[in-house]
């Protein structure tokens, strides 16, 4: 089975700090991506990456950047966390021709910053 | 920009009654996707239906797509207490590798033992 771990399932920072929320998967997929979750809003995608290195950003990057430095491993960096970032973290894995088994998720980092 | 927009936004039904959600979307796509969501928790895969096809089961999942209203539908016959979870649709109109989507606001489904 798949499996993608996400480093915390909850998380208490304070506006200003520097936060990563760290994402692993275990099957050597090459696309990975960060969204947000909301009440009201579904998942917005924050960024994705489709190899080591790359990067594209999603529909809400803005306060937000990534690192893909090895092919199992995508970072979130909230450069300064302000309390509107407050919110659930999720993140995915898919294979790049995998459309038909989707995407894979992790459990969440449900993120408050105070 | 919102892709999916689910209807109903809730829906509750008795165990063993079946439950119908709706998803329309706005620009063409190569597939759509269903996933439902237990209480916080992470997203899981259902069914994928491609643009061609018109018609997917798997198990008590049945989803249609009519592509020239744009819109799906998702069926769960036979509803279960377990089925209580929120569902989403995913489209992706990426066209390549990326397998890059954008979901719904998502349906939250109460099924009442």
């Known amino acids: 089975d798949v499996k993608v771990t996400q480093s915390s399932r909850y998380l208490v920072k304070r506006t200003g700090e520097k936060v990563f929320l760290e994402c692993v998967q275990d099957?050597?997929?090459?696309?990975m991506f960060w969204y947000r979750q909301d009440p009201g809003l579904g998942l917005r995608l924050i960024y994705f990456?489709?190899?080591?290195?790359?990067?594209e950003k999603g529909d809400i990057p803005e306060g937000y950047s990534v690192s893909r430095e090895k092919k199992e491993r995508f970072s979130l960096i909230l450069e300064s966390a302000s309390t509107n970032q407050t919110s659930m973290y999720l993140c995915?894995?898919?294979?790049?021709?995998?459309?038909?088994?989707?995407?894979?998720f992790g459990p969440g980092t449900r993120l408050t910053v105070l | 920009s919102q892709q999916g927009e689910e209807d109903p936004q809730a829906l509750s039904i008795q165990e063993g009654e079946n439950a119908t959600m709706n998803c329309s979307y706005k620009?063409?796509?190569?597939?759509l996707q269903w996933y439902r969501q237990n209480s916080g928790r992470g997203l899981v895969h259902l069914i994928l239906i491609r643009s061609n096809e018109r018609e997917k089961h798997s198990g008590r999942l049945r989803v249609t797509l009519d592509t020239s209203k744009k819109s799906s539908s998702l069926l769960i016959t036979a509803s279960r207490a377990a089925d209580t979870a929120s569902y989403f649709c995913?489209?992706?109109?990426?066209?390549?590798?990326?397998?890059?989507?954008?979901f719904g606001t998502g349906t939250l489904l109460a099924v009442q033992p």
């Open positions: 990456s489709y190899d080591v290195k790359m990067k």
């Open positions: 995913a489209t992706d109109a990426s066209g390549g590798a990326t397998n890059k989507l954008i």
């Open positions: 099957m050597d997929h090459e696309n």
């Open positions: 995915a894995s898919s294979l790049s021709r995998g459309a038909r088994m989707g995407q894979f």
């Open positions: 620009t063409s796509i190569n597939n």
